[in-house]
């Protein structure tokens, strides 16, 4: 059964930075991309970032370059999100999602989030 | 950015009934590996969104039969044969062609 774990969320100032983590398992983590995807309350659906199965290839929507990295130890099975300088409009939960850039299916399993809420 | 503009944004329905959501991108979806990433995810309340099709018409592991896909290039629909309680949710078209992947605002089903 494929299980995806988000952590290290919580609650936060503007202008600081926080790590998250997904802890994956049920699947061989390591030959599959990973995204993250956000939802402010009461709001839809945000791409936020994406990594390729070997960590070479990343990606980023553009409200979030430069102050997030996304990242993966692969013999760890995890993801990461590093979240620097931030936001009210970062508030949101973030969803690790299994993905993959060639074929299909793609988000096929979604985390259950991990709530960041950036408030002075 | 692709646009994706998803119509109407609340649906309400009787159950047993069908129900239809469209979806449009502002450009063609079709990748250069010949392959439309046009996907339909489901968010139940207070749940994670759940992927209900890919690839415009195929219904993931476990969807019920109810749930269709459809579409080429700019248009995309999603029906629902026969609605029941439990697709009380959100429905959201996303494109997964180009970077960065984009959503539909969402389509809420209630029931009337």
């Known amino acids: 059964e494929v299980q995806l774990l988000e952590s290290g969320g919580g609650l936060l100032q503007p202008g600081g930075s926080l790590r998250l983590s997904c802890a994956a398992s049920?699947?061989?983590?390591?030959?599959?991309?990973m995204s993250w995807v956000r939802q402010a309350p009461g709001k839809g659906l945000e791409w936020v970032s994406a990594?390729?199965?070997?960590?070479?290839?990343?990606y980023y929507t553009d409200s979030v370059k430069g102050r997030f990295t996304i990242s993966r130890d692969n013999p760890k099975n995890t993801l990461y999100l590093q979240m620097n300088s931030l936001r009210a409009e970062d508030t949101a939960v973030y969803y690790c999602?299994?993905?993959?850039?060639?074929?299909?299916?793609?988000?096929?399993?979604w985390g259950q989030g991990t709530l960041v809420t950036v408030s002075s | 950015d692709i646009v994706m503009t998803q119509t109407p944004l609340s649906s309400p329905v009787t159950l047993g009934q069908p129900a239809s959501i469209s979806c449009r991108s502002s450009q063609s979806l079709v990748h250069s590996d010949g392959n439309t990433y046009l996907s339909w995810l489901q968010q139940r309340p207070g749940q994670p969104p759940r992927l209900l099709i890919y690839k415009i018409s195929n219904r993931f592991s476990g969807v019920p039969d109810r749930f269709s896909g459809s579409g080429a290039g700019t248009d995309f629909t999603l029906k629902i044969s026969r609605v029941e309680a439990e697709d009380v949710a959100v429905y959201y078209c996303?494109?997964?062609?180009?970077?960065?992947?984009?959503f539909g605002q969402g389509t809420k089903l209630e029931i009337k």
């Open positions: 990594i390729s199965a070997s960590g070479g290839s990343t």
């Open positions: 996303m494109q997964a062609t180009q970077f960065p992947y984009t």
């Open positions: 999602v299994k993905d993959r850039f060639v074929g299909a299916p793609k988000f096929d399993y």
């Open positions: 049920g699947f061989t983590f390591s030959s599959y991309a």
